[in-house]
């Protein structure tokens, strides 16, 4: 909800609607030069969450077995 609020502050309705990618364009604006470091920032957290994913459901299926 907050990324959508914080993508309607910075942009136009225009700018959206004329955009492909929402995310990057709102990147580019608001970052700048360092707006290419968000499809790492991106995966970054993609591989910290299926960190998570797999601690958690092989806990669950160990407790499950007991």
Do not use: Q, W
């Amino acid at each position: 909800m907050f990324v959508n609020i914080a993508y309607f502050a910075v942009l136009s309705i225009d700018e959206i609607l004329e955009s492909d990618a929402v995310a990057v364009t709102f990147a580019k604006k608001v970052m700048g030069p360092f707006a290419p470091l968000v499809p790492l920032f991106v995966a970054c957290s993609c591989i910290g969450s299926l960190n998570g994913i797999l601690f958690t459901s092989s806990r669950m299926f160990f407790a499950g077995a007991r």
